[in-house]
């Protein structure tokens, strides 16, 4: 009954609504504005935790990352679902992952922060998400033309259970070195003493939450990519049913818990350049359509023993660091002095990518 149950639309709509409302209980327990979850903010903040990168204000080893996986891992074995593959282009998945992280932090968020700022009244993600719906329409015609990274192989258990191992590893760093208070470091890991970083929800809450929406999503198959790619090429709404729920839900939250504020100007953690809001995240959706998945998608991919998932993972990690070390990343100001260079260079790889991975169609 719940195979059938997940898989159903009421399946779908049921985890979009269990973000919705969800996301915004976590901005009120702690989490920074419009915030309440995001994957590429979270990882962004991961790798400052780790020291990838020392932007000082967004660096917190993120509970909610480490449950997506865990849960999804969870889920995976509980239903015979765990299914250790790889081999399918690891380097281009990792460049994906370096570059949608990129394009996400010039923008300032991930798919599913780009709809709940939407649905907390923050108007410059419309051009976010037209700017994603292009990349994903860019990256459908690649897909029309024969554009195919490979099948990955079956391999050894322990290749699916990296990543997850991983994670547990960063949650026991933060068990072993909790944030002193005042002290921008602990042990080996890197806490904010201000800005998004400082701001976060109760640990065991986070993971708690993390954990549900990992288990839900990997037997839902939520994924923003996948719902606008579905909706574009095979015009099937399945899949976006589950993001209009997101929408939906988090706008009643937001407005039930006071947190709905419309408007372009002192957006938290936004900028209102247009068309850089529209550029970065035609990228981010470019790079999610060429490695087939949005963020959320290839953290419960990685939970599942999917390696090449776990490989667009660490390219996002790693792409974090390279955006706050070489000033790409946007801030409230406005987008980094060489954000704009790198999303054209982005633009181009990926466009590199998608013209020469096609397989002939007979």
């Not at 706008?251 to 550029?279: M, R």
């Not at 981010?284 to 939970?303: D, I, Y």
């Amino acid at each position: 009954m719940l195979r059938k149950f997940f898989a159903s639309r009421g399946g779908i709509i049921s985890i979009g609504a269990f973000i919705g409302v969800f996301a915004p209980l976590l901005q009120k327990w702690g989490n920074p504005g419009n915030m309440g979850i995001c994957v590429a903010c979270f990882e962004r903040d991961i790798a400052g935790a780790l020291g990838l990168h020392r932007a000082t204000v967004v660096q917190y080893m993120r509970p909610e990352i480490i449950g997506f996986i865990l849960g999804a891992l969870i889920a995976a074995y509980l239903f015979k679902e765990f299914r250790p593959r790889a081999g399918s282009a690891p380097i281009v998945r990792f460049v994906l992952g370096a570059f949608a992280m990129i394009g996400a932090l010039v923008f300032l968020g991930c798919p599913w922060r780009a709809m709940l700022r939407l649905a907390g009244g923050d108007w410059n993600s419309i051009f976010g998400i037209l700017g994603l719906i292009g990349g994903i329409w860019v990256g459908t015609l690649f897909l029309r033309g024969g554009y195919n990274l490979g099948r990955a192989q079956e391999t050894h258990t322990a290749v699916g259970w990296i990543l997850p191992l991983i994670m547990m590893g960063f949650l026991a760093l933060m068990l072993l070195y909790p944030q002193i208070p005042g002290e921008p470091k602990s042990g080996v890991l890197f806490y904010s003493l201000k800005g998004p970083g400082a701001m976060h929800a109760p640990l065991l809450i986070s993971l708690g939450v993390g954990l549900a929406v990992g288990v839900l999503a990997q037997r839902s198959r939520f994924c923003t990519m996948g719902a606008f790619r579905d909706l574009i090429l095979f015009r099937q709404t399945h899949l976006f049913s589950g993001i209009v729920a997101l929408v939906v839900f988090a706008f009643i939250s937001n407005l039930f818990l006071k947190q709905f504020h419309p408007g372009f100007a002192n957006q938290p953690v936004a900028h209102t350049l247009s068309l850089w809001n529209f550029g970065g995240m035609v990228l981010a959706g470019l790079a999610f359509t060429l490695a087939g998945g949005c963020p959320g998608r290839q953290l419960f991919l990685a939970g599942e023993g999917d390696g090449d998932a776990a490989v667009f993972v660490l390219g996002m990690i790693v792409g974090a660091g390279f955006a706050h070390n070489f000033g790409l990343a946007s801030s409230p100001q406005g987008v980094g002095p060489h954000g704009i260079a790198a999303v054209i260079i982005g633009l181009v790889v990926c466009l590199f990518i998608g013209f020469t991975m096609r397989k002939k169609v007979a």
